[in-house]
């Protein structure tokens, strides 16, 4: 990919964006893809050849429907001591202010080419081994609820972890593309990268985040098996991981409690303890029925279930939208997550390796963190802090899933620009 490519002017994007005027076709080599043939012809309209719009505007729709269930789901937060006196529109301006934010970032990546990132792929990995262990020097490092996780900017509480799980997935697809010859070895392909992981990992949990490490894990495991890496080392990699999971769970006696209050949340022992907030999620859901009591008319999210605005968006949002609310929630983020998957997929046939491995990455991590979320508030799986991606209250969080964002915009920019004849 060449450093001077040409890189599409904001106006023309926008304009793109809202079905821009049409352009010159151009002869290009023809891709297949899943039994798909990709060819630019005369007849092919001009907005295709821009970006993923339908995909854009999904993203649209999970970052609305966010927005309103963070306002919903925090209305009634200056009623609680916890946060002393704030106003009701408290947590809506901070999650506006993210949005614009996280939306200036991500006009600002999808201008960098997918060679630049390639370059700086070991650099952003540094750069949040630094932030990491920044987070942790005390005075440094800010606490909420004993944990050790944000760096304090002023306009707002920046999250190390969040920018790790990008750095991650960029240097392991760079590291796949470097290991490509000798991918089928363990020793010169997997192991340098599982220290790599095992050094983040370290450093989450002494935070602790354990939710953010697994995200990291299955991001790194998704993209060795996906840049071909042997199945047998995959799985033994699975195993090993699986294993360490459970030794700290059960070297844990608060994780193990979590695990107690999973398998059994309205019991006596932990009604009020461990499965509390399991439970009123459940109460929740359940409330909700088929259609919901309707916007606004939750119960729950009246200090009866913690963390409404982060971790636990989706209780509120089945109950006030019901299974039907719950339901297209699931489509829209498993369309979101197959149509990166597919775009990644096109890369790689365009012989896009590192371009194709970052935007299945950015699937993985997509998809995977909002199956955890969605599968803790419906009681599938144990309590973990893991928030819903693009939705959920947090300002680094959607910085960074917007910046993620962008950047499969630009995979997807690059692939349609090269078979319309371009060069990248």
Do not use: C
């Not at 070991?122 to 909420?144: E, R, Y």
């Not at 960029?170 to 010859?181: F, G, S, T």
């Not at 697994?214 to 195993?239: E, H, Y």
Request: aromatic share 10%; hydrophobic share 60%.
């Amino acid at each position: 990919m060449s450093a001077s490519a040409p890189s599409p002017g904001l106006w023309q994007r926008m304009t793109g964006w809202f079905g821009g005027g049409a352009a010159p076709a151009a002869d290009v080599l023809p891709v297949r893809v899943g039994g798909t043939e990709y060819r630019q012809t005369t007849t092919t309209p001009a907005r295709v050849l821009g970006f993923d719009q339908a995909l854009l505007w999904v993203v649209v729709a999970l970052l609305a429907w966010g927005l309103v269930m963070v306002y919903s789901a925090s209305i009634a937060m200056p009623d609680n001591p916890r946060f002393g006196k704030i106003a009701p529109t408290h947590f809506l301006m901070r999650h506006i202010i993210a949005l614009v934010l996280g939306f200036v970032a991500a006009l600002l990546a999808f201008q960098v080419p997918m060679s630049a990132w390639e370059r700086v792929a070991p650099w952003l990995f540094l750069l949040s081994i630094v932030l990491l262990v920044a987070v942790l020097v005390p005075h440094v490092g800010t606490v909420v609820n004993g944990a050790r996780r944000w760096l304090s900017l002023g306009v707002m509480n920046f999250q190390p972890s969040e920018l790790a799980k990008f750095a991650v997935l960029i240097y392991a697809a760079d590291y796949m593309v470097r290991k490509m010859d000798v991918k089928e070895r363990f020793f010169r392909a997997v192991l340098p990268m599982g220290v790599a992981v095992a050094v983040v990992g370290v450093l989450l949990l002494a935070e602790p985040d354990m939710g953010a490490f697994m995200v990291i894990a299955i991001i790194a495991m998704g993209i060795l098996f996906l840049g071909g890496v042997n199945a047998r080392m995959f799985f033994l990699i699975a195993a090993v991981l699986v294993l360490a999971f459970a030794i700290m769970v059960m070297g844990s006696p608060w994780r193990r409690e979590r695990i107690f209050a999973y398998l059994d949340p309205f019991s006596e022992a932990h009604a009020l303890g461990k499965g509390y907030q399991l439970s009123h999620s459940l109460i929740a859901i359940g409330r909700g029925e088929i259609f919901g009591v309707g916007l606004g008319g939750s119960v729950e999210k009246l200090h009866w279930l913690p963390e409404a605005h982060t971790d636990f968006l989706l209780a509120v949002i089945g109950e006030e939208f019901g299974l039907a609310g719950v339901l297209v929630l699931i489509v829209l983020f498993f369309w979101m997550t197959r149509r990166i998957m597919h775009i990644g997929r096109q890369a790689i046939a365009l012989d896009r390796v590192f371009a194709g491995l970052v935007a299945q990455g950015v699937a993985i991590w997509m998809g995977f963190q909002a199956f955890i979320n969605m599968g803790v508030n419906l009681g599938a799986l144990p309590t973990k802090g893991l928030t819903l991606p693009l939705m959920s209250f947090g300002g680094s969080a959607i910085l960074m899933n917007l910046v993620a964002i962008a950047v499969v915009l630009r995979v997807d920019y690059e692939n349609k620009h090269l078979m319309r004849g371009g060069g990248v």
